[in-house]
């Protein structure tokens, strides 16, 4: 069993930064991929980046590419994500998810374990 509890959320104006924070108990990520989703109201589940615990490559949605960043510290079991330059349409409860299996799927429906969600609002 996994473990997953988001932090960070908040409110912030449009151009502004928030982190996130997704810290994980139960078990080691071993080769586990660990991703960042968000649900928009009346939407689906949406990928936004993901990061190979054991190797650290990263994936991001294009929709924000070289404005976010995720990241892990793996003395800590946790992962981040750094949030730029944010937009309005970012509004979302943002959701960490792990998938144990090897590879990097932006299909939630692969991810074995999610945390409770975090609210991120971007006013314009």
């Known amino acids: 069993q996994v473990q997953l509890v988001e932090s960070g959320g908040g409110l912030v104006q449009a151009g502004g930064s928030l982190r996130l924070s997704c810290a994980a108990s139960?078990?080691?990520?071993?080769?586990?991929?660990v991703a960042w989703f968000r649900q928009a109201p009346g939407k689906e589940h949406g990928f936004v980046a993901g990061i190979i615990w054991s190797g650290g490559g990263t994936y991001y949605a294009d929709s924000v590419k070289g404005r976010f960043t995720i990241s892990r510290d793996n003395t800590k079991d946790t992962v981040y994500l750094q949030m730029n330059s944010l937009k309005p349409e970012d509004t979302a409860v943002y959701y960490c998810a792990v998938d144990l299996s090897m590879g990097v799927t932006a299909d939630a429906d692969d991810y074995d374990y999610w945390g409770q969600g975090t609210q991120v609002t971007v006013s314009s």
């Open positions: 139960g078990r080691t990520f071993g080769r586990a991929t």
